[in-house]
């Protein structure tokens, strides 16, 4: 079965930093790029960053200099480092594979106050 398992949300005042981690199902992790999605009230999904199975990432351009993506395939875990977050950066925070599964985690809330 596949499953994601997001933590490390949390209420951060603007300019703070969280990390959040996620921890990928076991079959072929380290062989498949792996993302991070988040949903803000009443928007669409979007892609933030993802990390390729050869460690290429890429980044929505609003992130860009304040996020990082990781993975430890040996932890089968993806982290995504925020730095200098934003209120507009608050939303439930995912990770799938990308293209992304059907399967979908609880996500992990990010709010960051102004």
């Known amino acids: 079965q596949v499953q994601f398992v997001e933590s490390g949300g949390g209420l951060v005042q603007a300019g703070g930093s969280l990390t959040l981690s996620c921890v990928g199902p076991?079959?072929?992790?380290?062989?498949?790029?792996m993302a991070w999605y988040r949903q803000a009230p009443g928007k669409q999904r979007e892609l933030v960053a993802a990390?390729?199975?050869?460690?290429?990432?890429n980044y929505l351009d609003s992130v860009k200099g304040r996020f990082t993506i990781s993975r430890d395939n040996a932890k089968r875990t993806v982290y995504l480092q925020m730095n200098s977050l934003k209120p507009e950066d608050t939303a439930v925070y995912y990770c799938?594979?990308?293209?992304?599964?059907?399967?979908w985690g609880p996500g992990t809330q990010v709010t960051v106050s102004s």
């Open positions: 799938n594979f990308r293209p992304y599964s059907d399967y």
């Open positions: 076991r079959s072929s992790f380290g062989f498949k790029a």
């Open positions: 990390i390729s199975a050869g460690y290429f990432t």
